[in-house]
């Protein structure tokens, strides 16, 4: 299966900035996930990153709030935009299909 | 209602013992069936995944999926200090020609020795 390196591990932001997460895949996929994980919640999708083309948002995700690059098919990046302190969460990125999906070890986003 | 339900527990049992962790769903169109186990401060791990009706097995692991009753199992024998962690459940949908993947809640387990 494939390997992740999804970084920074945890960061502490003020209110009102932005956040750029990275996640690099040792190998190429057509299509990489992003998740969020509230404290003491589940994982909800955020949106789906096809390499060439805009990324595909879940209901309740806007692209001013989380824009997704995705610049080649082992490589993507989130950012959080305009912080504030409900932005508090694990942020990871997957990839997979068909039953088997790999995980990042996730970014503990903190907005103070 | 929410797609997939699961009791987030905790759940504490003595080392050695059967673990029984759950989930129902109201999705009939959900294909892949799932478990990950996701340690503190880690990302999930897939432990298993089925795509029908049945049993799977994997050492002490065993993954059952009832289609007809919308209910699924994670069964873990002679549990281990070591399986303390969430685990979640997880169901996949096929959309607009991707997978996507609903989780439940994830239940905290752990062993006590």
């Known amino acids: 299966s494939a390997v992740i390196s999804q970084k920074p591990s945890r960061d502490i932001c003020q209110r009102g900035t932005s956040l750029t997460i990275q996640c690099q895949v040792d190998s190429q996929v057509t299509m990489m996930f992003w998740y969020r994980q509230q404290p003491g919640q589940s994982l909800t999708l955020i949106a789906t990153?096809?390499?060439?083309?805009?990324?595909?948002?879940e209901s309740g995700f806007v692209i001013d709030k989380f824009p997704i690059s995705r610049p080649n098919l082992t490589f993507s990046t989130l950012t959080v935009s305009n912080m504030s302190p409900e932005d508090s969460s694990i942020y990871l990125c997957?990839?997979?299909?068909?039953?088997?999906?790999?995980f990042g070890s996730g970014t503990r986003l903190t907005v103070v | 209602q929410k797609e997939v339900e699961q009791d987030p527990g905790p759940l504490s049992v003595p080392e050695g013992a059967i673990v029984s962790l759950n989930c129902t769903y109201s999705?009939?169109?959900?294909?892949?069936f799932m478990w990950y186990r996701q340690y503190s401060r880690k990302g999930p791990e897939l432990l298993m995944y089925?795509?029908?009706?049945g049993n799977k097995e994997d050492g002490r692991f065993t993954a059952q999926v009832d289609k007809s009753s919308k209910y699924i199992s994670l069964f873990i024998r002679d549990s281990q200090p070591s399986d303390s962690a969430t685990y979640l459940c997880?169901?996949?949908?096929?959309?607009?020609?991707?997978?996507?993947?609903?989780f439940g809640q994830g239940t905290r387990l752990t062993i006590n020795p």
């Open positions: 999705n009939s169109a959900f294909q892949y």
């Open positions: 997957s990839v997979g299909g068909g039953g088997g999906y790999t």
């Open positions: 990153a096809n390499q060439g083309s805009e990324a595909t948002y």
């Open positions: 089925t795509y029908s009706s």
């Open positions: 997880a169901m996949s949908e096929l959309i607009q020609g991707a997978q996507k993947l609903v």
